[in-house]
């Protein structure tokens, strides 16, 4: 399989992603999207949204005898509803104006948490977060934070594989979304084909991240990505905004 110049770029901002999504939890999409969609805008949202199901699954696979499905159940079951009601949203209100209030609201959340206030971690509040997700990942492509707000208090691995766990069933979710609204084009399989090296070593290399930064607890990590993409959304709101 032959690599242009772009590609071997691609690849590599592709591995560095996929190298903090597979430690902290959340991250490729943030990082990856805007660079990857620089280089080629067919990279978006299909192969992205593909890229880190691969990463989910490896996860999962490798992590399936001290996964929690019970716990993280409610969250994926909510997805569904939220992802659906996203997809609503995106046709009755301009994009820019939901990038507006999402990203205000995701803002808002990380200050919250900066100043300890912080929801406990119970089927209720999952399912509320789960739902979010789905609403924010069908209608800004920002679908991480609000699940992993809710695990910013776990061990750093617990919350990392719950939240595998919940994107592993999620984004396919998305991906019928974007089916359901005619975006079917948008994956394009011989990109993803040329990335999944990219997965495999991006995963590999955050093992022995691992080794050298033994840090229990993402929590600053969740924060300081999820601040960006509130950042991220509130921007391309405001620009929306502006073009229209």
């Known amino acids: 399989m032959l690599?242009?110049?772009?590609?071997?770029?691609?690849?590599?901002?592709?591995t560095c992603s996929i190298v903090v999504q597979a430690w902290v939890g959340i991250g490729f999409g943030l990082l990856a999207a805007p660079l990857l969609y620089l280089i080629d805008p067919a990279y978006m949202p299909?192969?992205?949204?593909?890229?880190?199901?691969?990463?989910?699954?490896?996860?999962?696979v490798k992590q399936r005898h001290t996964l929690n499905w019970r716990r993280v159940f409610p969250a994926i079951l909510a997805r569904l509803p939220g992802s659906w009601c996203g997809a609503l949203l995106l046709?009755?209100?301009?994009?820019?104006?939901?990038?507006?209030?999402?990203?205000?609201?995701?803002?808002?959340a990380v200050w919250l948490s900066l100043r300890r206030y912080s929801l406990p971690l119970n089927k209720v509040s999952l399912t509320v977060?789960?739902?979010?997700?789905?609403?924010?990942?069908?209608?800004t492509s920002v679908g991480g934070p609000p699940i992993a707000l809710l695990y910013q208090h776990e061990a750093r691995l617990t919350a990392r594989n719950e939240i595998a766990a919940f994107f592993l069933v999620g984004?396919?979710?998305?991906?019928?979304?974007?089916?359901?609204?005619?975006?079917?084009?948008?994956?394009?399989?011989?990109?993803?084909?040329?990335?999944?090296?990219?997965?495999?070593?991006?995963?590999?290399?955050?093992?022995?991240?691992?080794?050298v930064i033994s840090a229990q607890s993402a929590r600053p990590a969740i924060l300081f990505i999820s601040a960006v993409s509130a950042i991220v959304v509130l921007v391309q709101g405001v620009m929306g905004g502006i073009a229209s």
């Open 171 to 211: 984004t396919p979710i998305s991906l019928v979304m974007l089916w359901l609204n005619g975006g079917a084009e948008l994956v394009s399989v011989s990109l993803i084909l040329k990335m999944i090296p990219g997965v495999v070593v991006g995963f590999w290399l955050s093992r022995h991240l691992e080794r």
């Open 91 to 108: 046709v009755s209100i301009a994009a820019w104006q939901l990038s507006l209030f999402f990203g205000s609201a995701l803002l808002l």
């Open 3 to 14: 690599y242009s110049s772009l590609e071997l770029l691609a690849l590599l901002i592709v």
């Open 129 to 139: 977060a789960g739902f979010l997700s789905g609403v924010l990942g069908t209608s």
């Open 46 to 60: 299909g192969p992205v949204l593909m890229l880190g199901w691969m990463l989910s699954l490896i996860v999962v």
